[in-house]
């Protein structure tokens, strides 16, 4: 594993990082030399993770974290900071996605409904709450927040999750760019994941069809994304939702 790229000494933290997309962001910024912070609430998978980087010769722990209690990303903050003396990057991946129940905005359960977005939507906003501070002491650093295609669609709940992200990065970008922090968003279109396979199935697939670029995206497609919007190339893009979805959507 290359250990010494455009991300040596800097720490990001990726929520969500115990399979999927967030696993994949964080091998692949790992790959290029930063320190990375696996957050998950399932341990055994995210402990995996980080032992496959170290093993790679990469830096890596496992924190569990809870995206949308606040006391657990002020801990991991603090265990972060211990650990690596600092915060440069975070990625808001975390989302019930695989498992998601699917029903109607009118008739979903209310518990069920106030989770899901606590965690798809709230949780963005409390790890950056958690973690713009210590962004700051080091001068700066970025943020990326996942938003998905689902966002322009009629997908119920969890579309209206990602559109609350797309205007969640638009306003932490304003906030949060006086500090020299900068806020971006991905919004992938469908991708093969272990996720996406088991929520849609067959209809993935169907949908390449309408795209640009005729198959299903892939997690090595968003970690090259990833790793744009958060290095210093950069530089002078904040408040962006770059859909990484081959040509599937049209916005004017």
Known sequence: MKVDGRFKDKVVVVTGAAQGIGEAYAKGLAAEGAA????????????????????????????????????????????TTEAYGGIDGLINNAAIYGEMAFDLLITVDWDYYE????????????????????MQQRGGGAILNQSST??????????????????????????????????????????????????????AKEMTKQMAIKRLGTTDDMVGAAKFLLSPDSSWISGQIIAVDGGGTFRL
Do not use: W
């Open 150 to 203: 689902a966002a322009y669609l009629y997908s119920g709940f969890y579309g209206l999750a990602k559109v609350g992200i797309n205007g969640l990065t638009q306003q932490l970008a304003h906030e949060l760019g006086g500090m020299n922090i900068r806020v971006n968003a991905i919004a992938p279109g469908p991708t093969d994941t272990e996720a996406t396979r088991t929520q849609a199935g067959d209809a």
């Open 36 to 79: 990375v912070v696996v957050a998950d609430l399932n341990e055994d998978k995210g402990q995996q993770v980080a032992k496959e980087i170290e093993a790679s010769g990469g830096a890596a722990r496992f924190v569990r974290c809870d995206v949308s209690e606040h006391a657990s990303a002020a801990a991991l903050v603090a265990e």
């Open 115 to 134: 989770k899901f977005m606590d965690v798809n939507l709230n949780g963005a906003l409390v790890m950056t709450r958690a973690v713009y501070p210590a």
